[in-house]
Every structure is written in structure tokens, then in C-alpha cells.
């Protein structure tokens, strides 16, 4: 075989698709929409796992998909130049016939192209694995790649795909850490493209670090794999987000509650007295007004000694669990179980899982060993059908049944570093250390799979995974781990949060005040509390050295500035609420960093979007009371909380007390919802609509209401009002119409910084 030359001829085309072969290797392109590529690099061979990421349509068989598949894409064909290059719109997509050398152009700029002398691991001039060398520009962009630590442009910096338990990690620093998502979007001088990349195995991405005296500035990705199969997407920043996001399945439209306050603490489970800790939590959090609508039952519940047993009830702690579940249910509170995928050796079950060969496993059949919680355990091998059934009787009947609500799929990142260690593989076994993440996929979509069974198809879910692939959000809200107590966690966690927005997972949060360290001392707990009033998930949740709970009353003085914070974060569930459906619907992230709105923008700015139209104001950094910042370009500005205009592009100072609700600016020629009941977060919801008013011209803005639990609103069963403003010289006109079957006249307020009075009209009206 030659090297570093290869010859590549066109073996077969069609409308939307060629195929070229060159010794040894097949290349595949597809057009599978006008912004969507897919190229495939595939030595003879090789098997071709399924992918768990790709979802365009329909559900995902336990199995996996095909990664070759074309069901659900609704192609394309563009204007062919010979066999090597296609044309169509402002895009050139070509190849080179030696080497198979990539080359895209938009309005004839250079938008991604191959490193030469050879982009690919064509012939093992690279190795044993495959490779893709990429051209890079100087002063290109990075984002995404899922929960990353560092800044938010990750240009110049190297990157372990490979999920990691990393407790206690530096989030400026560490790598690699939980999620699996081998997606980026780089921006030059072209625009923007996305890369990614369709594997499970363990992948490194370069983006700059490293040189070569031989070719000229590149960025590369290795895949733990030979084969090499990846994506294009196009568009702008925005579209490619949203491409992204529904190539992987989208986001789960989770129960309302989903977005409460959530408490959390290793300190009760791991209590002998753990039923009475719990109990006077729920109490409390009645007692002192703060509503709270699930707890996360850390894994002290399955305890037998300082061990951790998976789908056992330390009867000793917890006498009645289904007494404690009603007890909660009843203060409105639902409880979320830590589920974990490894099964200690002596483990009450361990002998009948293993005579049933359902753990991952040795050559000879044998279980595989990992470290796990002071012992060893196996990992449960999810594609085993026996298992996984068995997983799901377990979720059921240890959990559900005693009044469980959710599961919390915790310590799945699948470790598993030997390629000795065989998974089942649906009767086809292969090297578990391939597909890693695949593990937890499945783990969450079992979990996902008995809840839907035992509450019924008619009532939507909520769980929780740590590690997953691309896509683990269509099924599951994530958070960023097991961070630190310190004040760069807070500004670098808010950096991940905003990477995972980029990298289609939207439903996030962090473990609000640190999970493990030291307890977080005032400011800084009510700087995170603050910022985690703007993210999905609302969650405090610790295992502080001193084995102190971190909960809203840890410091008591602090408790009227704490409860200021929960009523903004309250006020603001409407408006949060339709952003997740949104998320849901229109694949649009719920935060998003400035650069999502206006690619000249900074993108490490302290100031970010929430929703559409929603510009939150955090402090990140210690001792800090005052901000000076530069407002976003909007061509109608931007109102404080008091109504006063601040116009777009302008550097303004404002004062940020650590005590009380952080700042939020609407944008001029947005409508803002907001609960106005008497007791938010637990009375039902009564929408308030504020009107921003711009100076002249018109604009439009719905919001989605439902009973927050059920899937009636596929019926229409909903509340769809959608508002047409028009800001006219002598008023502002807003027209409103509701599409769903649930009646609602709107309560409805104007802020005008023109004073204009506000003509309300019923859509059907004359």
C-alpha cells in the first residue's frame, strides 16, 4: 500500500449521495439537507457500531442505529462538478482525488479544509486509529464539546473525550470530566460550521496546541476507533445549535417541577438517623416558606456498613420508605433516588447477576472487576437484553413502587479501561472500552423506560444522568458534577454551562455552593445561589468536610437575602417554563452566551441570555459590589427592573449586591411572563404579560402553558396565547389570540419609555 498517497476514484453516485474507493478504504458522502453533510471514512473490515446520538425521527431501539442510516434525513441533491466537487447556494464542497483531501467554501472563503498532504488515517501513516487533520485559521473561535472546563472559546487548548468520575475537580482546568459529545463549531472568517463527530469511543481534540514543523497551523481530532464517520452543519450560529440539537434528539420537555427548587446533601443518607434528617428538611423548607419540589436522595439509603448497594434499602435508616415518599409528596416535595450501575461482590444480588452473565465481562465469561466505593463491583451490561430488563424490574419495584418519583443515574461513566472487557452486544460481543458513554445512554433510556411503565405514557418524566453521549438530553437534565467550593468554580461552571449549551444539552445546572471542599462561605454562597436562579436546574447539593447540609437557611441571617433570591427565581418560572418548551419544540438552548446573538461579541462576557430576551447580570468573582458593563447591540435597547431604558452598545455601571435577587434586563420589543400568585412555586401559576415597548414597528411573542405534568397539551390541551405588538405613534396596540383549548384573558402591563398608553385587543375583535 502506498503512503501518503492515495487514489481515490468514484465508484458509485445518485442524487444525494457518492461513494469512492481507494485500496483498502471506502469514502462515503451524503447530503442529507441543504445544511446538513455526513462523510464516512471506512477501512474494509471494520465493524461499524450503532450510534445512541443520532435521533432525527422516531425512537432508538436498544440496540442503537446504524450510523449509516438514512431514515429520518430528508435529502438533497446539489449541483454536481464532475464526480470530486457539488455546489449549491453559497456553499463548494470538494474533493481531492489523491488523498481524498476535503475543501468547503461559503461565498467562495475557505470554511473548513483538509490539512495537507492528507486530512485522514488513510493507509496507517498515523497510526492505528483514525484521525482528522483539519487547516486552521488564526484568530478562529472554538465552542462546544459538552461539558468542558476552561473559558468558552476552547481555541488552542487539548481535549480528552473519555468520562471520567472527577470528583472534586478544577473546572479551569481538569479534562477529561463526565459527558461524551464530540461536537464543536468553529467560526472564522467564512462564518460558522459544525463538526461532529458520530462515535462513542474516547476521542482527542486539539484545537491549536499542538505544531508541526512540516505542515502549516491545524487542529486535528483522534477517535478511539479506525473507522471515522462525521457531520457537517451549516448555517449560522444559531441554526447549527438548533441542527445540532435535533439531530440528537432534542430536549425533553420535563414536568414542571423539574424546575423548582431541588435539595440535596450526602450529610442525611449517610446519617443513622437519615428518615428523621430528611423529614425535618421537608418541614423546614415548609416552616420558612421556601418552596422546594424535589430532593435528591443521595446513595446513603442503600448503605450496608460505608458501602454503597444499589436498589437495597437501609431499612435501619429509612424504616418505611414508601411512608417517607408520602411524607414529602405531602409538602409538594417528590423524591429523585440515586441509582448506580455497579454491583459490589457482595452485593445481595451479585451471585444471581453473574450466574446470568449479565455483567460486562472477561473472555471466559467471567465477571469484570472495577474499583467502586471502598470494594469491587461489575459494571451491569446494559446490552444484555436480560439485563436491562432486569435494570428496569429493579427501577420498578425497589423504587417506584415505594413512592419514588424519578431516578437519579448517577456514577455512569463507565470506567472501563481494559479492551479486554467484553460487552454482550445484543448476542454480538465487542470491547465495552469502545462505546463508554453508550453505557450510560442506555442506563438512562432503561430508567427512562420503567418510570414510563409503572406512572403511564400520559405523564411526563424527570431524571437525571451525570454522563451520557451526544443526545443524553432528549432524555435526562444533566448537571456539571461533582465541582468544587471555590470561587473560580462558580465563574468557570457557568463557562461549562454555557459550552453545554453550544453542544445541544440544555437542561443543566450545577451543584449549587459546591458539592465537596470546604462549605461555601456568605458571599460566595449567595453568588451561586444568584446565578443558579437563571439555569435549569435549581440544586443545592454538598458533601462538606465538616459534613455540614448546605441548604437556604445554612446561614441564618442570610435567610431574607436567600429568600429574595428564590422569590426572582419563582417569579420567573413562566417565563423559564416556555424557554424548556421552546427548548423542546424549537431546539433553541435556554442560556446562551452573547455570541449566540451577535458573532462580534465577546465571549467570555459575564453578561449572558437567558431565553430570548431575558440579559442576566451575575458576579463571578469575590469581593466585587459593582459592574461595569457594555450592554449587547439592540437596535431598541434594553429596561432595568425598574423600567428605566439603557440603550444597546453602551458601557453602564450598576450595583450588585450579594444580598438580594440578581439583575435581569428585558430587551426592548420583547414580552416578558412572570407568576404573580401569592405563594409562587406552590399556588398555581397566574401569568402577569409585561410589554417592552419598542420605539417604532412591530413584533410577536407566544407563551405555552399546561398543567406541567401530563402530555395533554398534545391534545391541545394547553394554553397557546400569542401577542402581536405593534408600537405606534399614539399607543401600543397589542393583539392576543389563544390557539390552545385552555381560555385565558391575560394580564397584561406595558413599560414605554415613550409613555405611550397600551390598546389591548382580543385577536378576534374588530
Known amino acids: 500500500m502506498p503512503q501518503f498517497r492515495h487514489l481515490f476514484s468514484c465508484v458509485e453516485r445518485s442524487s444525494g449521495h457518492s461513494l469512492y474507493r481507494t485500496e483498502g478504504t471506502l469514502s462515503r458522502v451524503d447530503f442529507l439537507s441543504e445544511s446538513l453533510l455526513r462523510v464516512a471514512i471506512l477501512p474494509d473490515g471494520v465493524r461499524l457500531l450503532p450510534t445512541l446520538s443520532v435521533y432525527p425521527a422516531g425512537g432508538m431501539p436498544r440496540e442503537g442505529r446504524d450510523r449509516l442510516s438514512l431514515d429520518g434525513f430528508p435529502l438533497f441533491s446539489p449541483e454536481r462538478e464532475g ?9 463548494r464542497l470538494s474533493f481531492e482525488p489523491v488523498n481524498f483531501l476535503m475543501r468547503l467554501t461559503k461565498n467562495g472563503l475557505p470554511l473548513l479544509s483538509d490539512r495537507a498532504p492528507m486530512g485522514h488515517n488513510l493507509g496507517g501513516e498515523y497510526g492505528e486509529y483514525a484521525r482528522h487533520y483539519l487547516a486552521r485559521e488564526p484568530g478562529e473561535r472554538i465552542y462546544g464539546l459538552g461539558d468542558k472546563s476552561g473559558a468558552l472559546n476552547k481555541a488552542g487548548r487539548r481535549f480528552r473525550l473519555d468520562s471520567a468520575d472527577a470528583m472534586g475537580y478544577d473546572a479551569e482546568t481538569s479534562d477529561p470530566l463526565y459527558q461524551h459529545v464530540p461536537f464543536y463549531i468553529c467560526q472564522n472568517g467564512a462564518g460558522f460550521v459544525g463538526l461532529f463527530y458520530d462515535t462513542h469511543a474516547g476521542c482527542v481534540f486539539d484545537f491549536g496546541k499542538e505544531l508541526s514543523n512540516y505542515t502549516g497551523a491545524y487542529r486535528y481530532t483522534k477517535i478511539g ?8 452543519l451549516l448555517g449560522t450560529l444559531p441554526e447549527i445549535v438548533a441542527r445540532f440539537s435535533s439531530l440528537t434528539g432534542g430536549s425533553a420537555f420535563l414536568p414542571r417541577r423539574a424546575l423548582l427548587f431541588s435539595g440535596s446533601t450526602m450529610t442525611y443518607t449517610d446519617a443513622p438517623d437519615a428518615d428523621r434528617q430528611l423529614r425535618a428538611f421537608a418541614d423546614e423548607c415548609g416552616a420558612r416558606g421556601f418552596a422546594c419540589g424535589g430532593f435528591y436522595l443521595s446513595s446513603g439509603y442503600t448503605s450496608i456498613g460505608q458501602k454503597r448497594y444499589v436498589f437495597h ?20 416535595i417528590e423524591l429523585v433516588a440515586n441509582i448506580k450501575p455497579v454491583f459490589l461482590t457482595d452485593h445481595p444480588l451479585y451471585e444471581t447477576i453473574a450466574r446470568r452473565s449479565w455483567f460486562l465481562h472477561l473472555p471466559d465469561g467471567t465477571p469484570a472487576l472495577t474499583p467502586f466505593w471502598d470494594g469491587l463491583g461489575s459494571w451491569l451490561d446494559f446490552t444484555n437484553p436480560g439485563a436491562y430488563d432486569f435494570w428496569k424490574e429493579q427501577v420498578i419495584s425497589q423504587l417506584l413502587a415505594n413512592g419514588i418519583a424519578g431516578t437519579w443515574n448517577d456514577n455512569n461513566e463507565y470506567e472501563v479501561l481494559d479492551c479486554g472487557v467484553l460487552a454482550d452486544g445484543f448476542g454480538n460481543p465487542y470491547p465495552a472500552c469502545l462505546e463508554k458513554p453508550a453505557f450510560a445512554m442506555r442506563m438512562a433510556a432503561a430508567s427512562l423506560e420503567a418510570q414510563q411503565s409503572f406512572f403511564g405514557a400520559d405523564r411526563r418524566q424527570f431524571l437525571s444522568s451525570r454522563a451520557g453521549a451526544a443526545g443524553i438530553c432528549r432524555m435526562a437534565m444533566v448537571w456539571t458534577g461533582d465541582n468544587r467550593t471555590e470561587w473560580k468554580t462558580l465563574r468557570y461552571n457557568h463557562y461549562m454551562g454555557l459550552t453545554l449549551s453550544l453542544s445541544g444539552l440544555y437542561l443543566f445546572g450545577h451543584d449549587i455552593g459546591g458539592f465537596v471542599g470546604l462549605a461555601p462561605e456568605r458571599e460566595l454562597f449567595l453568588r451561586w445561589l444568584q446565578h443558579g436562579a437563571f439555569t435549569p436546574r435549581f440544586v443545592i447539593h454538598s458533601w462538606n468536610d465538616d459534613a455540614r447540609a448546605t441548604t437556604p437557611w445554612f446561614y441564618e441571617d442570610l435567610v431574607p437575602a436567600v429568600r429574595e433570591i428564590f422569590a426572582f427565581r419563582y417569579r420567573m418560572l413562566p417565563y423559564l417554563y416556555d424557554a424548556m418548551y421552546r427548548a423542546h419544540t424549537l431546539h433553541e438552548p435556554i442560556l446562551r452566551p452573547l455570541v449566540y446573538e451577535d458573532p462580534a461579541a465577546d465571549p467570555e462576557s459575564d453578561l449572558f441570555f437567558v431565553g430570548d430576551s431575558l440579559l442576566a447580570v451575575c458576579v463571578f468573582d469575590q469581593g466585587v459590589s459593582e459592574l461595569t458593563l457594555r450592554l449587547p447591540k439592540s437596535g431598541d435597547g434594553w429596561y432595568d427592573e425598574r423600567g428605566a431604558w439603557l440603550p444597546g452598545g453602551e458601557t453602564i455601571t450598576l450595583a450588585c449586591p450579594a444580598q438580594g435577587a440578581p439583575h435581569a434586563l428585558h430587551k426592548g420589543g420583547s414580552v416578558f411572563a412572570e407568576d404573580a400568585a401569592p405563594n409562587p412555586g406552590v399556588d398555581e401559576i397566574e401569568p402577569v404579560f409585561t410589554i417592552y415597548a419598542q420605539e417604532s414597528g412591530s413584533f410577536s411573542r407566544g407563551y405555552f402553558f399546561d398543567d406541567g405534568e401530563t402530555t395533554a397539551y398534545l391534545q391541545n390541551d394547553c394554553t397557546q396565547i400569542a401577542f402581536s405588538i405593534s408600537c405606534l405613534p399614539d399607543c401600543v396596540r397589542v393583539r392576543y389570540e389563544n390557539r390552545g383549548n385552555r381560555a385565558i384573558r391575560p394580564n397584561v402591563r406595558l413599560i414605554d419609555r415613550l409613555h405611550r398608553p397600551l390598546d389591548l385587543v382580543k385577536g378576534d375583535d374588530p
Open 83 to 91: 464526480d470530486f466537487a457539488f455546489v449549491w447556494g453559497e456553499y
Open 225 to 232: 476507533e479506525r473507522a471515522l464517520v462525521y457531520y457537517i
Open 313 to 332: 434499602w437501609n431499612n435501619e435508616k429509612i424504616p418505611n420508605p414508601k411512608a417517607l415518599a408520602a411524607y414529602f409528596r405531602a409538602r409538594g
